[in-house]
């Protein structure tokens, strides 16, 4: 093996390991389970073990005798200080510092290290107190101070000893224990050894123990008190020099002693502070604790008081190269600097905020106390989600509340980095802002469906063009009807639910006019309105025929409030034909808003009652858009018979099922559509009838709605009303249908006819799906075709390769 | 599934390779460098606008026996290279382009990283991550 020089300290702590893992007392060979067992306890990955013992030559000899235990231990503790394993370095690596084990191993064990290092750092202690980095001598090379064992723990010692706790009362190990931290148990090992750290308190907090650690180390210059500390019970207040915390005022290896007094001095002071309070702090903490990166209250005043050192406004940014500058000065390895940067800086924004640099900091004191570093950021320090809507208070007030690193706490101190954020870096900030809630939130769905729920209600009546948008109660449409009548093209009905309708139908009607629908007359206004469903006169005439008026059928829309939302999208399966067939009846012009319910293409559903089925008239998409264009002559004289329930009642339905069907028709849809609309129940059935429109497709449905319409109409014959039902349901229909009986919509013949809007729009839903089915259907084939037309030409395409 | 991703820098050294373990991996580092001519013509030809997204991806670079190459640059020059195996279904085109997406952004995660130097070798955890989450599972 090569030659390997060892320090006295080095010798001694080396020899005692051997001894301990000398389980079989032969004073040569160290078993191999102990030994790996120790080498498990240093932390370190695995391939870096498997390396040092190569290196060591025990892989070599099958054993690993005296010598190449020492030299194991000695690469461990290079490996430890993030240098490269190297044979050569094993003698001319200076200050090494000693190799730090975490796991509890023995007692004794650890009490060992913990002795070596102590004595060491106590040795540095007196000595820091003179120079500034009392530590660099190295590890205990140059025991200035002749510590007893002056194990010279070189700058680094800072962290690592956390150990040397300087602890007064060799506690138990018990609590170094503590689950939590299944990282290093260093701590405990650490406490072990009793040494009177000037800090003092031991254990307790495990937990807290890479705070605690780091925590420890102010303590110490404070000489003491700190029993409580209890993280690091060895750790023996770094000399005050040592403070650099994490070292990282300890700029220069140990190498350097005394390097920045002055600020040693500082950060001492800072930590003396904090320490105190701190120790108080994780004694508290320790008891209860949980979260192995839970940060203090004192370790949050800390790091807030280092991030105003870099950045005075505690809302800023440290942007990337000081804080690389920062983290640098604590001598870890880049590369878990890197990892430490991957995870806290958790905006991405290449810039750390309060909150993100607490918790890198709370890394790097981690990881310098011999905590590994997680693969992800852990609960509580991620930082709370920038809150777009905070408005920044002080975010040092909250920081200072309670923070144990709470997200909660985080939170506070995030908003006033937002406002800053965006102040600074606008659009990284608001990307990221956004980027972040809207991860987190996953807005995009939600709004996504919000945005759809909103379009539900309001296209049903732009598809479906309901006459009769609102509900009907059979009063009400007989009024409405009888509004229809009287007032003829006009849609507005005064009264019920059609009044409400029609006032809007009305507009509609004015503004679509034909505007889908050439055909259209102004008569369709309603159902332009309607069938303009497609256009953006869609949530207008929406609210028109909310009459069960489904949106868009295919939206799942729950129609805001009749019912029967028949075809809901209309507009969409069926927009060509549909279309045109509500162009159709829109031409027809039922002015009664109850008529609006059909929009134009939807052949003429037919009546609620019947049409359901019937009226899937997807024939009617043709057939509709002429039927429509047929129709709306006939729909005009119509109108007055949608908006007349009465009418249809009276009408022997005669016309109703005619009109129906000839709805489905297409032209009859229109027809009856519009007729049914005009009831209340009109709006289902023009939903179904729209629903068959929609189907487009279906086929001539007109042979089932007839036995519908024939009920409807047997119901509308039972309605008392008579009104001019009759006549004009008669002429519309008979223009209009032709051939299906008018369904009677008998007002009172809502619940059927809800029913049988219900229906219908079932019908529609389902010719549409089909219909959405196919075209997907479609699709992939046009893709895969498209696909295979790519490879060729790839393939085609003369390459270089090889 | 990708079997092996490479990121190679702009002055065409490998900043990153990583290939299926089973598979033969020095195999995989010839015909990325292979690889390299053809994104460099596809470069030199693509050379009108600075580059959106579409031509950031350069698409499948060569077909061989059992496996495709695919290519994306970035702006900087930087390209990112995909091998995947033929045998696996065949990936769409989409699919390709979104892996090389989520390349693409771990890799500006990595940049951003203060601590990682520009031409060092990513040795990021989170790129490896998601690196070995786009090897594993098809696409």
């Known amino acids: 093996m090569e030659s390997l020089t060892l320090t006295d300290v080095e010798q001694k702590y080396y020899s005692d390991l051997f001894i301990y893992c000398d389980t079989d007392n032969t004073k040569k060979v160290a078993s191999n389970g102990r030994v790996l067992d120790l080498f498990r306890a240093a932390q370190l990955p695995s391939e870096v073990v498997l390396q040092i013992t190569e290196l060591c030559g025990a892989t070599r000899l099958g054993h690993f005798g005296r010598s190449q235990f020492y030299i194991a231990l000695k690469l461990i503790a290079i490996a430890q200080s993030g240098l490269p394993l190297r044979v050569e370095s094993l003698n001319s690596v200076k200050d090494l510092p000693l190799p730090r084990f975490v796991v509890g191993k023995n007692e004794a064990e650890a009490r060992h290290a913990a002795l070596y290092q102590d004595s060491d750092a106590q040795g540095l202690y007196p000595a820091s107190a003179a120079a500034a980095m009392p530590r660099p001598p190295g590890r205990g090379f140059q025991s200035k101070k002749g510590p007893p064992s002056s194990t010279s723990l070189p700058a680094h010692e800072v962290i690592q000893p956390l150990a040397p706790s300087i602890d007064p009362q060799p506690e138990p190990t018990s609590p170094v224990v503590s689950p939590h931290q299944s990282p290093p148990t260093s701590p405990p090992s650490w406490r072990k050894h009793q040494r009177q750290p000037s800090g003092g308190a031991t254990d307790r907090q495990v937990v807290v123990a890479p705070a605690g650690a780091v925590w420890t180390h102010f303590r110490e210059p404070q000489a003491g008190p700190a029993p409580g500390e209890g993280m690091w019970p060895s750790h023996s207040p770094p000399p005050p020099g040592q403070e650099s915390w994490v070292s990282f005022t300890a700029d220069t290896p140990p190498s350097i002693p005394g390097m920045h007094p002055s600020s040693v001095q500082e950060s001492t002071t800072i930590r003396t502070v904090a320490s105190a309070s701190m120790t108080n702090e994780i004694q508290r903490q320790s008891s209860g604790y949980d979260d192995p990166w839970k940060i203090t209250d004192e370790q949050r005043q800390y790091y807030i008081n280092q991030f105003k050192t870099i950045q005075p406004d505690l809302s800023g940014f440290i942007p990337g190269s000081a804080a690389k500058e920062f983290f640098t000065k604590s001598k870890l390895p880049i590369l878990e600097l890197s990892h430490i940067w991957e995870l806290s800086d958790f905006d991405k924004d290449g810039a750390l905020t309060l909150d993100e640099f607490c918790a890198a900091f709370h890394l790097v004191v981690a990881r310098k106390n011999g905590y590994d570093l997680p693969e992800k950021l852990p609960e509580s320090l991620m930082p709370k989600l920038i809150d777009l809507d905070d408005s920044a208070g002080g975010s040092e007030q909250t920081a200072d509340v309670g923070y144990s690193g709470s997200p909660v706490e985080v939170t506070p101190s995030k908003s006033p980095s937002m406002p800053s954020l965006n102040q600074a870096w606008p659009e990284m900030n608001q990307s990221n802002e956004q980027w972040e809630t809207f991860s987190e939130r996953s807005s995009s769905s939600q709004t996504l469906t919000q945005f759809d729920s909103n379009i539900a209600p309001a296209d049903p009546d732009t598809a479906i063009v309901h006459p009769v948008p609102i509900r009907m109660t059979p009063s009400k449409i007989h009024m409405q009807e009888m509004e229809l009548k009287r007032t003829g093209s006009d849609h507005n009905h005064p009264t019920s639910p059609l009044l409400t309708k029609p006032p809007e139908l009305s507009e509609e009607t004015n503004i679509p006019a034909s505007m889908k629908f050439v055909a259209a007359n102004p008569v369709g206004d309603g159902y332009s309105s309607s069938d303009s469903f497609t256009s953006d006169q869609e949530p207008t005439t929406r609210q028109r025929s909310q009459s069960g008026t489904s949106p868009e059928a295919l939206k799942v829309v729950a129609p805001p409030p009749p019912p029967p939302r028949p075809h809901p999208s209309h507009s969409r399966s069926s927009s060509l034909d549909m279309n045109r067939t509500f162009a159709a009846t829109a031409v027809a012009g039922q002015p009664q808003s109850s008529t609006i319910a059909y929009p134009p293409a939807v052949p003429p559903r037919p009546l609620p009652t019947q049409t359901s089925a019937p009226h899937t008239g997807h024939r009617g998409e043709a057939e509709a858009a002429a039927a429509t264009t047929t129709t709306s002559p006939h729909l005009i004289p119509q109108q007055p018979n949608f908006a007349d329930f009465s009418q249809f009642q009276a009408f022997a339905a005669s016309e109703q099922p005619s009109s129906l069907p000839e709805a489905e028709k297409s032209s009859e849809g229109a027809g009856p559509l519009r007729t049914v609309k005009s009831d209340g129940q009109a709006d289902e059935r023009a939903s179904s009838t729209v629903n068959s429109v929609k189907a487009s497709g279906s086929g001539p449905l007109a042979p089932p709605p007839k036995p519908v319409r024939r009920r409807l109409k047997s119901e509308d014959e039972l309605r008392p009303e008579d009104e001019q039902h009759g006549p004009q349901k008669s002429n519309v229909i008979a223009a209009v249908l032709a051939t299906q009986p008018s369904i009677p919509r008998s007002v009172g013949k809502d619940k059927k006819a809800i029913q049988a809007s219900i229906r219908r729009n079932k019908e529609t839903n389902t010719v549409l799906a089909r219909l959405n089915s196919e075209l997907q259907q479609q699709l992939k084939d046009l893709l895969e075709e498209r696909i295979s037309l790519e490879v060729q030409l790839e393939q085609l395409r003369p390459f270089s390769h090889l | ?139």
Do not use: W
């Open chain 2, 1 to 139: 599934m990708a079997v092996c991703i490479a990121v190679i820098a702009k002055e065409n050294y490998p900043l990153y390779i990583r290939s299926l373990p089973t598979q033969n991996e020095l195999k995989f580092h010839y015909t990325v460098h292979t690889s390299l001519d053809v994104v460099e013509e596809k470069i030199s030809a693509v050379g009108k606008s600075v580059g959106d997204q579409r031509e950031l991806y350069l698409g499948l670079l060569y077909p061989t026996e059992d496996y495709k190459v695919y290519g994306y640059v970035t702006n900087s020059k930087v390209k990112f290279v995909i091998v995947v195996d033929s045998s696996n279904t065949s990936l769409r085109d989409n699919e390709i382009r979104s892996m090389f997406r989520k390349l693409h952004n771990s890799f500006t995660d990595v940049m951003c990283n203060p601590f990682h130097n520009p031409g060092d070798t990513i040795q990021s955890k989170t790129f490896d991550g998601i690196v070995s989450g786009m090897m594993v599972p098809p696409g």
